[in-house]
């Protein structure tokens, strides 16, 4: 490799289509913490939905999907501006996308585990 500008880089390891896929993450990760932003802000600041107990459920799997999407963020700017000269930002992106990945993943595990012990711990009447 003669030349080791960002795009020749990444065309040779991804194809020609890094760069698009770089743009397509960045819009679409602004646009899913912007949805993120509004529905934690609406359950917030709105009383009736405060009160609903599956609101806050759904506002678990929506701040989890907020820090994922945040990281992508990163992802994507590693896509557009990394280089063979700046590994560490590719190396550092994609460490934040699979912790993230783990707490995105991992909350409707833990909630599935706590679901199935209290039901199969529940007392059973004798009659």
């Not at 929506?62 to 990163?74: E, K, P, Q, R």
């Amino acid at each position: 490799m003669s030349n080791d500008t960002t795009f020749d880089y990444l065309d040779e390891f991804y194809g020609s289509s890094a760069q698009w896929f770089g743009i397509y993450l960045l819009v679409i990760s602004l646009f899913t913490i912007i949805s993120d932003l509004f529905f934690i802000t609406f359950t917030m600041t709105t009383k009736s939905l405060r009160t609903n107990v599956s609101n806050w459920f759904l506002l678990g799997f929506i701040i989890s999907d907020l820090v994922h999407c945040n990281v992508h963020l990163v992802d994507a700017y590693a896509l557009l501006y990394g280089s063979t000269d700046n590994r560490h930002l590719c190396a550092v992106a994609g460490l934040f996308v699979i912790s993230t990945a783990m707490c995105s993943f991992g909350f409707p595990a833990i909630i599935a585990a706590a679901r199935f012990y209290k039901i199969t711990t529940v007392s059973q009447s004798t009659s």
